[in-house]
Nanobody, 112 residues
Framework: QVQPVESGGGLVQAGGSLRLSCAAS????????MAWYRQAPGKQRELVAV???????NYTDSVKGRFTISRDNAKNTVYLQMNSLRPEDTAVYYC??????WGQGTQVTVSS
């Protein structure tokens, strides 16, 4: 059982940066993939970025070049560095571990 806990959300102006962290209660070294999703009000949850155990990454088109996902297996943590934030990035961001375990979410609000 792995319990992810997100942190790092908050309020930022457009063009600013935030770094989200997701700390897992168990070891993530054998977890095949970890991902960040987001859900804006009135919209479906969408995949933002995913990273495999070997470090391969993939991003949704709207965040390519602005967001970076990374993982530290020694710390059982996955990160999402978000730069050049836009108001349309406003959402609750969720960490997903192994396509099974979900965190409780952290709010990101970008003001114009």
């Amino acid at each position: 059982q792995v319990q992810p806990v997100e942190s790092g959300g908050g309020l930022v102006q457009a063009g600013g940066s935030l770094r989200l962290s997701c700390a897992a209660s168990g070891s993530i070294s054998s977890i095949l993939s970890m991902a960040w999703y987001r859900q804006a009000p009135g919209k479906q949850r969408e995949l933002v970025a995913v990273i495999t155990r070997t470090g391969s990454t993939n991003y949704t088109d709207s965040v390519k070049g602005r967001f970076t996902i990374s993982r530290d297996n020694a710390k059982n943590t996955v990160y999402l560095q978000m730069n050049s934030l836009r108001p349309e990035d406003t959402a609750v961001y969720y960490c997903n571990v192994g396509a099974i375990f979900w965190g409780q979410g952290t709010q990101v609000t970008v003001s114009s």
